[in-house]
């Protein structure tokens, strides 16, 4: 067995780059993505035309080291001063992008990892510009390249599985939403500070809306090693399937330590892929033997689908949802490890979250379990109030109402649920607080709304429903048609009007 493995086939012809660099090179090299709208204010001291080491920007970051630099653009780490967070900023000139003709592309993908964000996936937190420079705020990931502790080594298969389970879990949430990632491979895998996947570089994804008719890609993308045969025939070729044999060859290589299809020469390369030659090692499971024959299948139209090997055995050892939701433009993670109760709480999602654990503070439970409802004191009475309600004066916007209701507390939360599973929305529960969460994902996120029942009387309640994600277009066509109908069977009064009958 040493011997096996202590010559194993190259895994690149070149060397790793260092953690720090391989970020910069990356962010320099990719345009980023965005969850917020773009923030642009004229040039000011705290906005410097040429940013340096100190350097205060927009009031919000301090920047710091230049981790990098390409030809459109410098990336420096730098802290947000309110939350100490350390954060990865690219800064790029905009009269170079401009005149590079590149303007519409970073338009482009920041629009895409906009509708991505996933646990395993590398946040965007935010866009600004000035009148010269665009400023794309990223997610520091601290941890390195999957690629570095392969180089050392093929990895063990336990090891392997949790790492392969977390690429599929983003990959299956990218097509889910209608975006192909097309460049997958280990050098675009990071690794964060517990060691789990973020899948970067989405320079060459494609959405949906942008194939042909027939859902087939004509561009000739990606990288050599990593090429699923059909996309080398420059036919047209499946995207959801091209990614699907990416993925196995990075199982291949994190299982064996070297590529599946290898050579000096690429067209000996090519028709190495074309045609399918590889072999698995003798420390392959015949569990595991068996799935990689099935996605590194020649043939897209028998090659396994994403769905399918999540089913299989292989990747259900060990395997666990991961729960999250966006709340207020940020992705939140659930904590499923003390929950028993996920397959009853989660029924009603239409859908389902993908990948290993999780860490948060959002979880599910039983409507029988909810405790009593928080009371209200007179100042909350008060600001129910149209003209005295101060709550502009405290939150960004926000979209909702308010209703009194003399039904149960459990009886409004299942008539919630009733309304989610109708339309196939995820909820999500927290004592008093009820979360419906769309499926679609928007360019300001899925529509979510976020319903809380206080205490009035001991046999009254007050609902509060607003609006926390997505547009409020498409969240008043649903109270229209979905949540008022069935909401105004249980209310008593409006809470407009019942401030009148308690005041006086």
Not at 239 to 248: L, M, P
Not at 264 to 286: D, E, T
Request: glycine share 6%; proline share 4%.
């Amino acid at each position: 067995m040493a011997q096996v493995l202590s010559s194993p086939v190259p895994l690149l012809a070149m060397t790793s780059p260092k953690p720090l660099q391989f970020m910069a090179s990356l962010l320099a090299r990719i345009v980023t993505k965005d969850t917020k709208k773009v923030i642009t204010t004229p040039e000011s001291p705290r906005s410097p035309k040429t940013p340096q080491a100190g350097s205060i920007l927009m009031d919000k970051y301090e920047l710091g080291k230049i981790l990098g630099h390409g030809s459109f653009a410098k990336v420096y780490l730098a802290r947000n001063i309110n939350s100490g967070e350390n954060v990865a900023i690219k800064v790029m000139d905009k009269e170079k992008i401009v005149k590079s003709g590149l303007a519409g592309h970073i338009k482009r993908e920041i629009s895409i990892l906009r509708r991505v964000r996933h646990p395993y996936i590398v946040h965007l937190l935010e866009v600004m510009a000035t009148k010269t420079k665009i400023y794309i705020v990223m997610e520091y990931v601290r941890g390195g390249e999957l690629y570095d502790k392969v180089a050392k080594g093929r990895l063990r298969e336990g090891v392997a599985r949790r790492y392969f389970q977390q690429l599929i879990s983003s990959v299956a949430f990218c097509h889910s939403r209608g975006v192909y990632h097309r460049d997958l491979k280990l050098e675009n895998l990071l690794l964060d500070d517990q060691g789990n996947v973020k899948v970067s570089d989405f320079g060459l994804s494609v959405v949906s809306e942008q194939l042909r008719q027939d859902g087939i890609c004509k561009t000739f993308c990606g990288t050599p090693a990593y090429l699923a045969p059909e996309v080398l025939t420059r036919k047209g070729y499946d995207a959801a399937k091209a990614d699907v044999w990416s993925c196995g060859v990075i199982l291949f290589v994190l299982m064996a330590g070297y590529l599946p299809f290898d050579d000096k020469n690429v067209l000996v390369m090519y028709k190495k892929i074309y045609k399918g030659q590889f072999r698995c090692p003798k420390w392959f499971s015949p569990e595991l033997t068996e799935l990689m024959a099935r996605i590194l299948d020649t043939n897209p139209e028998t090659r396994i689908t994403i769905q399918e090997i999540m089913e299989h055995g292989w990747f259900k050892n060990g395997f666990k949802d991961v729960k999250f939701y966006i709340e207020n433009d940020k992705l939140c993670r659930e904590d499923d490890d003390d929950n028993d109760d996920d397959d009853s709480s989660s029924w009603s999602s239409g859908r389902s979250s993908t990948a290993s654990e999780g860490d948060a503070d959002f979880e599910m439970k039983r409507v029988d379990s909810m405790p009593r409802p928080a009371s209200l004191n007179a100042f909350d009475i008060i600001s129910f109030s149209s003209s005295l309600d101060l709550s502009g004066l405290f939150e960004e916007g926000g979209h909702g109402a308010r209703f009194v209701s003399a039904a149960p507390v459990t009886k409004i939360v299942s008539k919630l649920e009733e309304i989610a599973k109708a339309v196939r929305f995820t909820v999500r529960k927290k004592d008093w607080s009820v979360r419906l969460e769309g499926c679609r994902e928007g360019a300001k996120g899925p529509l979510t709304i976020k319903v809380e029942i206080f205490e009035l009387t001991s046999s009254l309640v007050v609902v509060e429903v607003k609006k926390k994600g997505g547009f409020i277009e498409e969240y008043e066509e649903f109270c229209n048609k979905e949540l008022r109908p069935e909401l105004e069977k249980l209310m008593h009064y409006k809470a407009d009007d019942v401030e009148e009958a308690i005041l006086c």
